[in-house]
């Protein structure tokens, strides 16, 4: 089964850090294009970082500089590495898995969304 | 990036059709045929309902159609259905290389 768990979220001071998780099952983490997207209490989705499977790495401005995102491939897990952090940060993270088009010697984006979600991990920034 | 618009809220009567808007711009939805929609129940996270503008993945009802127009995108819920109350997204992918989500919205079965 296809399937994402997220975990490493947690209470933490403003300023402070904390690395999220996002195991995968199923599928192999460095072939396809992962993103981690987050969503504050009672507001909407927002993108937040995106790995390539060549290991590309994209942010939303929100969180440049001060969150980054990496991949273990021998664990086929997704990291999101959060610094800086602030209360405008809290939020329920989730990892999501856009397919990879891949031949036999390389992978790209072709399939423009995300059709695999974990159930997120609740990340509060509050002294 | 700024959020794509969508409207806050939208109802229905069980059976009926509503459409849901979402508007960008030519760097997201209107450059673009890769407008994905996902629905959200409380508490739960979100479901890809619409792939590529139109797209159906494997398992969502027929009842879930999208299309496009220019820098506007919509997602119509036909036969309206009480499971069908829950919140929606769309989202797009950008000029540079990243999504953008739109604001999100609630559709009520009346």
């Known amino acids: 089964e296809v399937q994402l768990v997220e975990s490493g979220g947690g209470l933490v001071q403003p300023g402070g850090s904390l690395r999220l998780s996002c195991a995968a099952s199923?599928?192999?983490?460095?072939?396809?294009?992962m993103s981690w997207v987050r969503q504050a209490p009672g507001k909407g989705l927002e993108w937040v970082s995106l790995?390539?499977?060549?290991?590309?790495?994209y942010y939303a401005d929100s969180v440049k500089g001060r969150f980054t995102i990496s991949r273990d491939n021998s664990k086929n897990t997704l990291y999101l590495q959060m610094n800086s952090l602030r209360a405008e940060d809290t939020a329920v993270y989730y990892c999501?898995?856009?397919?990879?088009?891949?031949?036999?010697?390389?992978?790209?984006?072709?399939?423009?969304?995300?059709?695999?979600w974990g159930k997120g991990t609740t990340v509060t920034v509050s002294s | 990036q700024s959020a794509l618009t969508q409207p806050a809220s939208v109802s229905g009567s069980p059976g009926q059709s509503i459409t849901i808007s979402c508007t960008g711009t030519?760097?997201?939805?209107?450059?673009?045929?890769?407008v994905s929609w996902y629905q959200q129940h409380p508490g739960k996270a979100p479901k890809l309902m619409i792939y590529?503008?139109?797209g159906r993945p494997s398992g969502v009802s027929n009842r879930f159609s999208g299309s496009k127009s220019g820098s506007t995108a919509s997602l119509t819920i036909s036969g309206l259905q009480a499971e069908d109350e829950a919140d929606y997204y769309c989202?797009?992918?950008?000029?540079?290389?990243?999504?953008?989500f739109g604001t999100g919205t609630k559709v009520t079965v009346l």
């Open positions: 999501a898995r856009e397919l990879g088009y891949c031949s036999t010697t390389s992978c790209r984006r072709y399939y423009y969304y995300m059709d695999v």
């Open positions: 199923g599928f192999t983490v460095s072939t396809n294009y």
């Open positions: 790995i390539y499977s060549g290991g590309n790495t």
């Open positions: 030519s760097s997201d939805v209107g450059g673009y045929n890769y």
């Open positions: 590529d503008v139109s």
């Open positions: 989202s797009s992918y950008t000029s540079s290389s990243t999504y953008v």
